[in-house]
Every structure is written in structure tokens, then in C-alpha cells.
């Protein structure tokens, strides 16, 4: 067993942080948080001012899709040859040599959720990986849900191949056309007149989609597009995420998705709103999630905020009158939940991942910095 001393253990669970206590764990399981010295266990750390942080997880990115110091031509986030694409896997186009995951590591953020762009409808699967793993077999965790998009992203890819939207009714034409084939060919199957393997797989990809199997991450940022998938949602009866939200800009529709128990991947914050969808989108929106409270996490959408800052981001959340535990719940328990992940990570409790990191101070400080990341109870980053 291992063990590290801190000040400050902050456990990912809003109103639980630990003071003056030792985390231990036993190969890559935490045993236990105690205040008491941990006998036969290697004291890693004895500093009493450290600071420990549950591992960061970023819910949606295109991490090692969209490569650092690599051409645009080279970005590998979206598959241009059709529009409804639910078969494609963003695992495959994953490459672990992008030295955005060394400093993603270096920054605490250990778990990534790398889904396709949302150039297309229906732009494949989502998967959770591993930054610090070697190789993809090694990256590879678990995938989840399938991406969509509705709004500007989808209709201005009219000159890639395959049948394109140009009008926001036409992308929801396209989207409705397949979901309605998708119904319409479980019906058959149903009453035996065809069987799953006479479909195309695209076809078949969508059936765990309108049985309500399968979770759609739905990128949409203005208010309009997100009541259009309210709509889209109750009459196909799916099951979804709203994935950015960015212009929203009142209480309403914040309330609205509360209502009707809807999580939101929101961000990312610290970008330019470089698009007519984004008209709207400032940080002063941050107030009407703090003020309502709908179930969230947060997202940097990397390369878009780099994947390192996305802590960072939480000083909106603060300034809007969250306290630190709570923010931090936000990129650590919150999001693991929205990943089906919360078994494993997300807090540092008795039983689940030792995936941490050590602050030599308060991360919410400037001046602070990791001195060592713990991913599954290896040291993965020493300063």
C-alpha cells in the first residue's frame, strides 16, 4: 500500500472535503481517507501542505483527432463521405502521440470522452479513453453514446459528400427520415417478416436509438435548436444530452431541460464565438446554470479550449457563487456521472480508481501547479 499526506483532500463530492488526512490505496484502489498515520503503507508524500484533487475528466473533446503541431488536413474529427454516420467509431481515429495528452496529464485531466465533430447528423460513436495509456488498446474504457448535431454545423458542410442539409428544417428532415426507417424496420422485425441482418448496418446502428438503448450526444447551442430536440425527443421517446448550450442566454430553457431531466455537457466557456449560433454566447451566461441548477458538466470541446484549462474554466462558476468543492464536482463526479463512469471515478472514495492529483498549493490559486498525478495508483507525472 501507498500512501500521501495532505492539508486539503477535496473528494470530488459537493460538502465532503477532508482536512489533515492520508489517501491510501493498494495497487490502482484506493483503500481508505483516514486522519490516522496508515501503518504498513510507503508514506509517498509527507508534505502538510499539499493540496489532493480527484482526477479531471473532460466529457467531450477531440483530443488526438485534432492533433497539436499538425496541418489542418490532418484533422481527423469528422468523416466527410455521408451525413448519418452511426456506425463510425471516433476510438479509430484517436492517435496517442499527440502531445496535448502530456500536458492534458500534467494537468490533471486523466480521462477523456473523445467524440466525432459535428460536422454531420449523425457523426458516429462516442468512447472514453485513458490520456496517459500507450497505445489505443490500452486508452480504451468504454464507449459512450453516439454523436448528432443539429443547427449551423451540419448545414454548412453542403459541399462534402453524401446528402447535406442547407436549411435547419432539412437537417431535421434528414435526422427524422432515418429514425422513421429505423422504427419502421424494428416493426418488421417485430412481427417476423424480416430479420435484424437483411438491414444495412448504418440502419441497424440506429436500432438501440429508438428502443431508447442508446444515448444521442446532440450538439446544439442556440435555444431554438434545443426545443427542436425537446421535440425530436418526445416523438421518438430518445435519450440524450445536450452538448454545449452556449447561447442560451436566459433562466427558461436552462429550467425547461431541469424539468424534463435532461443533462447538458455545457462549454466550452473560454472560446470565441466565432459563428451566428454563438451570437449570444458570453461567460456571463454561466449565472442562469448557478441559478438554476439543472444536472451539468463541463466540457472544452479540445482543441477548441485546450484540454489543460479546463479547470480553468471553473472561476466563472465561482465568481457566480459556487463554492470550490462544488465547481470542482462539476469536472470531476459530475462528469463521470454523465459517462456512466461514477462506479470508478469522479470522487476519491473507498473502492474507486486512485486517479488523482497533488497541488503543492489550492488549485484555485494562480500561482498553483500539480507536483504529481496518480492515474489507477501509478505516477504518471512528477514535477
Not at 49 to 68: K, L, Q, S, Y
Not at 351 to 377: C, Y
Request: charged letters at 30%.
Amino acid at each position: 500500500m501507498k500512501a500521501i499526506r495532505a492539508k486539503v483532500i477535496y473528494t470530488g463530492i459537493p460538502g465532503k472535503i477532508i482536512k489533515n488526512a492520508y489517501i491510501v490505496w493498494e495497487n490502482d484502489i484506493i483503500k481508505e481517507i483516514t486522519k490516522d498515520i496508515p501503518k504498513d503503507a510507503e508514506i509517498v508524500d509527507e508534505n502538510p501542505e499539499n493540496v489532493i484533487t480527484p482526477a479531471f475528466v473532460d466529457p467531450h473533446c477531440h483530443i488526438g483527432m485534432r492533433r497539436a503541431g499538425e496541418p489542418t488536413e490532418e484533422d481527423e474529427a469528422n468523416e466527410e463521405y455521408d451525413s448519418i454516420l452511426p456506425h463510425v467509431d471516433a476510438l479509430y481515429s484517436i492517435y496517442m502521440d499527440d502531445k496535448s495528452f502530456k500536458e492534458s496529464i500534467e494537468w490533471g485531466v486523466l480521462y477523456s470522452c473523445v467524440l466525432p465533430g459535428s460536422g454531420n447528423i449523425i457523426g458516429g460513436k462516442g468512447v472514453v479513453i485513458r490520456n496517459y495509456a500507450k497505445n489505443l488498446e490500452e486508452a480504451y474504457i468504454k464507449h459512450a453514446g453516439v454523436k448528432a448535431a443539429l443547427g449551423f454545423n451540419p448545414r454548412r458542410t453542403t459541399n462534402w459528400k453524401g446528402l447535406r442539409p442547407y436549411t435547419r428544417m432539412g437537417g431535421i428532415g434528414i435526422f427524422r427520415k432515418w429514425l422513421i426507417k429505423a422504427k419502421d424496420a424494428l416493426k418488421l422485425i417485430e412481427q417476423g417478416k424480416k430479420v435484424e441482418e437483411e438491414f444495412d448496418p448504418e440502419l441497424r446502428m440506429l436500432f438501440p436509438i429508438v428502443k431508447g438503448e442508446e444515448i444521442l450526444r446532440v450538439h446544439v447551442h442556440k435555444e431554438d435548436d434545443i426545443m427542436c430536440l425537446l421535440m425530436l425527443r418526445r416523438e421518438f421517446n430518445l435519450r440524450i444530452t445536450v452538448e454545449h448550450a452556449c447561447d442560451v442566454h436566459s433562466k427558461e430553457v436552462f429550467q425547461r431541460l431541469k424539468r424534463e431531466n435532461v443533462p447538458i455537457v455545457y462549454g466550452p466557456i473560454d472560446s470565441f464565438p466565432y459563428k451566428t449560433e454563438l451570437k449570444h454566447e458570453s461567460w456571463r451566461n454561466v449565472k442562469y446554470l448557478v441559478e438554476v441548477k439543472p444536472f451539468f458538466g463541463l466540457m472544452t470541446d479540445h482543441p477548441v479550449v485546450l484540454q489543460r484549462n479546463l479547470y480553468l474554466q471553473l472561476r466563472f462558476f465561482i465568481k457566480y457563487g459556487m463554492s470550490k468543492d462544488e465547481a470542482l464536482s462539476i469536472i470531476t463526479l459530475n462528469n463521470a456521472k454523465i459517462l456512466g463512469m461514477n462506479d470508478k471515478l469522479g470522487s476519491l472514495e473507498q473502492g474507486k480508481w486512485a486517479s488523482f492529483t497533488v497541488w503543492n498549493n489550492d488549485p484555485f490559486l494562480l500561482s498553483s501547479t500539480p507536483k504529481l498525478v496518480v492515474a489507477e495508483g501509478k505516477v504518471v507525472y512528477k514535477e
